[in-house]
């Protein structure tokens, strides 16, 4: 594997600060034809190492989906020190959860629900 360049480390660090791919990509050095291709350069060898090593790392230190899961579960359930609930905090919560669940539901949304052949489109009334 080719070890990612400076722009590509850039562009993952502001991906991972709440970046659009397109705009960190401009913000990292890319031109502007290359950030509209934003798609096919994050799926270059080079990135996809980077964030598998990125997220290897994270699961080392612990940083499974099992916790980050449960972590979520606490702090939907988030209380003050005199025991009364932690609105802001509880309200942070679920609407990190609601972003999670939106972008699951988006990439759901993308799969087909069956394939079938013309043969089969063609036949399906007979």
Known sequence: MKNPSVRQIRTFQL??????????????????????????????????????TFQDKLFDAGLTPEYIALKLAEFIDAKKPDGYPDYPTQ???????????????KKEERKPTRTITV????????
């Open 91 to 105: 309200i942070r919560a679920l609407e990190l959860c609601l972003k999670i669940f939106e972008e699951a539901y």
């Open 15 to 52: 991906i991972n600060q709440g970046y659009s791919k397109r705009r960190a990509m401009r913000e990292a050095g890319y031109s502007i034809s290359s950030a509209n291709q934003a798609k096919r350069i994050m799926q270059t060898d080079s990135m996809v190492g980077l964030v598998e």
């Open 119 to 126: 043969t089969d489109w063609v036949n399906q009334d007979n």
